[in-house]
């Protein structure tokens, strides 16, 4: 009888890596074509509408790419943390945080022009979701309470918090009882590239993105999170303040997770409403996964999964497939290449019994 | 000792790289009976125990399995033989009952009845004067019954072998008695025991033949009936013969680096010295008799609630509030692998890790000057392989330690304290930390916490004796008198 026996890899397996990601992708198709099948679409048809739908024209790219936004800041947020090995799963409520503080600017100066009302957006934005961030990280680090499920928590009481303003306080009075805001005056808005379709919201995922890079390679800061991810002991042995760079992290975590809700509030439906919450905060954290907390590589993950996101509309529509099956890939997408990373470092030996004698 | 033994050693040799972990070892296991492996940290029980258990193949001898030669070349083979580990880290599934445990993997039906495992296991258990309940969940079990977990798991493998690695480092006293009832019972059925520990009392009341190992040789093998103290024992163990000689030539004592008085904490009990500029004091003890918290407490790893420690003038909380990366405090741990270092990180990384504020610009950390200080280095201290990329979990223990010991140099520290500095290193080496150390007192008054005798005579000024959380003496290395009576005072005799 074969024996089959998992072995650690000594050395990394380099270029084979793409091919197990590349099969990974690959399985979860399969899995997903299977689950189209069950629910009685042609699985072919179905993976080929979803692709098409997604990339297949120019409106398509243009909506993954300003759902991708979101997603990309969120993810950039939630990586900073899970380096530190602090599970931060709070972007969903930082971001609906942010949305809030951005929105309260924009509201309270109707009149200001944008080169006060923008910086000032972003700025309550950073501060709403840094402090949602900081109490979870003050939680952990005083009181050794679990971050996962203390941000976890409090998503719902952000959400609230943004359904009761704009069922409330801040509702519309022309909005016929809907819940949402007034629409942000023009100056609250950042707007297009040119003439393009493209919100200048790109232009500060680029900016965040390098700066991200930068921080963590050069800076002091960066070199203290690294060392802290990998060796808590020796981080307090060498005197980094561990404590402290908790908090930091989570605040900066929190302010990215933010600056998403500042531009998705702002750019791309100009108000404060709540369908704003769209799950984009969870999906980070399977994109910050895919991407190995890879700032380059969390835009394409960043960018595939929204283009997922837009593709399953199209399935939607001319195939009936619910809309539930976006999160069925998204989920076996992360499951598939976790468990191909398994044989990134790990050899699978099978040996028959009459080799040992 | 009349009857044959079940395991024979016969010039067991294993070395890593240039470190002998076991020379020459001869040793005979015999059933019905408890042997006792006693040695320091770092003396080469567990590489011996290990080669027993299968994980590894001696280089030159032979292993004598009931009077034929055997190799043992896999876990397997050592579990088919009878062989079965107690590891100091238990391996067991934490959300499984104890009777999932014990069972997992052992049975080849396909279904199981939980009540038949159940009985199965507490009429084993209860034989063994156990208290174990079948139905529990690991998790919830204390260090002692989750040891007894591990034991049952042996016990229904049918080992005949049993090896226990330091089982009572993880027990509360009353555990430790049960233990010992088990084992004794197992005796009693004509298993073999073998039974690693540093601690003496312990191994006095339990076993029947002792083997003492110092530097990875057997240096006595004894009934435990012949041993008159734990003195003796003592002595045996951190010895006294000189392996190599430093020229320790005397020096001024300048101005305190370390003022302790009246330190009290958890394992301590109101301890009192002070160090100076240009002298090492070295604290000698078995380990486990307080040095662990005094040096956490010296180095700020442990807050000091009762006491005052003073260093470079400064009281600790201030001092470590704003510490100063260079001519201030080097602590080089015991634990270079999961303190000192960061496994995952390349050596240019490790070595910023205490050194770091030395390269800082603003808030930038460039590397390309670290990284040229610590080639120089790389090259200075010969460690190998020398290169700046390698991860730090690639080196190996020797190398590691002088990649530690290179960069808490580079600091030209004011203050030293030094955890067991050549543990697990070739002679060679050896020689090289001790002059280092040496020469590093020009500069620095040295703490250091040492388990062998004759490295703290060699190197120290001045002696103190740890035994259970006191410091019972501390004098000077010309104190013939008092050097006599280390191994008394280490056993708690004095």
């Known amino acids: 009888m074969p024996l089959i026996r998992v072995v650690k890899r000594q050395e990394p397996l380099g270029w084979g890596s793409c091919l197990v990601l590349a099969a990974a992708i690959g399985l979860s198709l399969l899995l997903s074509g299977i689950v189209l099948y069950i629910g009685g679409t042609s699985p072919i048809e179905g993976i080929v509408v979803l692709f098409k739908g997604a990339f297949g024209n120019r409106y398509a790219l243009e909506d993954a790419i300003i759902k991708a936004t979101p997603i990309f800041l969120c993810s950039l947020g939630v990586a900073l943390a899970f380096k530190l090995q602090v599970w931060n799963i709070g972007a969903e409520g930082q971001f609906a945080l942010g949305a809030v503080g951005a929105t309260w600017v924009a509201l309270s100066l109707p009149e200001s022009p944008s080169y006060v009302v923008l910086p000032l957006m972003i700025i309550m934005a950073a501060v709403a979701g840094g402090l949602w961030g900081l109490i979870p990280a003050v939680l952990r680090q005083k009181l050794k309470t679990n971050e996962i499920i203390v941000t976890l928590m409090m998503n719902y009481i952000a959400i609230l918090i943004l359904d009761y303003l704009v069922y409330g306080i801040w509702k519309d009075p022309a909005s016929f009882g809907f819940p949402m805001t007034p629409e942000f005056s023009e100056a609250a808005i950042v707007g297009k590239i040119g003439s393009t379709n493209y919100s200048w919201g790109l232009v500060h995922c680029l900016v965040l993105g390098v700066s991200f890079w930068v921080f963590l390679k050069y800076s002091r800061l960066g070199y203290e999170i690294k060392a802290s991810g990998d060796n808590v002991r020796a981080a307090k042995y060498a005197g980094i303040p561990y404590d402290r760079l908790v908090m930091l992290v989570m605040v900066l975590s929190g302010a990215l997770a933010a600056w998403a809700g500042f531009l998705e509030a702002s750019s791309t439906i100009n108000r404060l409403q709540p369908s704003i919450m769209a799950g984009y905060g969870y999906t980070a954290i399977v994109v910050a996964w895919l991407a190995r907390l890879n700032p380059f590589y969390i835009g394409v993950a960043s960018f595939m999964l929204a283009g997922l996101r837009v593709g399953v509309e199209g399935l939607q529509l001319d195939l009936q497939v619910p809309a539930a099956f976006g999160g069925i890939i998204e989920g076996l997408l992360l499951l598939t290449v976790l468990a191909g990373g398994l044989f990134t470092s790990y050899r699978i030996v099978v040996t028959r019994k009459a080799h040992e004698h | ?494």
């Open chain 2, 1 to 494: 000792m009349a009857e044959a033994p079940v395991i024979k050693l016969e010039k067991i040799s294993k070395s890593f790289g240039e470190v002998r972990a076991n020379h020459d070892i001869s040793l005979d296991i015999h059933e019905g009976r408890i042997l006792a492996l006693l040695g320091e940290n770092g003396a080469g029980k567990s590489t011996l125990m290990s080669l027993l258990a299968g994980q590894s193949l001696p280089d030159s001898g032979t292993i004598y399995f009931n009077g034929r030669p055997v190799s043992f070349s896999s876990t397997e083979k050592a579990i088919e033989a009878g062989i079965g580990m107690v590891y100091q880290h238990f391996k067991l599934v934490e959300a499984m009952t104890v009777a999932e445990n014990i069972f997992l993997g052992r049975s080849d039906k396909t279904w199981l009845s939980r009540k038949a495992l159940n009985r199965s296991v507490a009429e084993v258990a209860d034989q063994y004067t156990m208290q174990v309940d079948a139905d529990m969940v690991v998790a919830d079990l204390s260090m002692g019954e989750k040891q007894q977990v591990e034991i049952l798991k042996l016990l229904f493998r049918q080992s005949n072998i049993l090896i226990f690695d330091e089982p009572t480092a993880v027990l509360t006293p009353h555990e430790a008695n049960n233990l010992f009832e088990t084992m004794k019972q197992m005796k009693k059925d004509g298993k073999a025991i073998v039974f690693i520990s540093h601690k003496l009392e312990e191994v006095m009341s339990i076993a029947d033949d002792i083997a003492i190992l110092k530097r990875g040789e057997i240096v006595g093998v004894m009934e435990a009936g012949s041993v008159s103290s734990t003195r003796e024992l003592a002595e045996m163990m951190v010895g006294r013969e000189v392996l190599l000689e430093v020229d320790h030539h005397p020096m001024e004592p300048r101005q305190q680096v370390l003022k302790v008085a009246g330190l009290q904490e958890e394992g301590l009990k109101d301890l009192n010295f002070e160090i100076r500029q240009g002298e090492i004091v070295g604290i000698v003890g078995v380990a486990g008799n307080g040095q662990k918290p005094l040096v956490e407490s010296v180095c700020g790893l442990k807050r000091v609630d009762v006491g005052v420690i003073t260093l470079l003038g400064r009281d600790s909380r201030d001092f470590f509030s704003s510490r100063s990366w260079d001519k201030a405090l080097s602590y080089i741990p015991e634990d270079r692998q999961g303190l000192a270092t960061c496994q995952g990180l390349d050596l240019l990384d490790n070595f910023l890790l205490t050194t770091r504020q030395g390269f800082q610009v603003g808030p930038w950390l460039p590397v390309n000057e670290a990284r040229q200080k610590l080639e120089y280095l790389i090259e200075e201290f010969d460690i190998r392989p020398p290169n700046a990329n390698l991860l730090a979990w690639q080196l190996s223990g020797g190398n590691l330690q002088k990649m530690v010991l290179s960069r808490e140099f580079y600091r030209k520290p004011r203050l030293i304290v030094a955890e067991q500095p050549t543990q697990g290193l070739d002679i060679a080496a050896a020689e090289d930390v001790w002059n280092l150390l040496l020469k590093a007192r020009e500069q620095a008054g040295i703490l250091m916490i040492t388990g062998d005798l004759s490295e703290a005579l060699e190197l120290s000024d001045r002696i103190g004796v740890m035994y259970d959380g006191h410091l019972v003496n501390m004098f000077s290395r010309d104190n013939e008198e008092m050097i006599e009576a280390i191994p008394q005072m280490m056993a708690g005799l004095a």
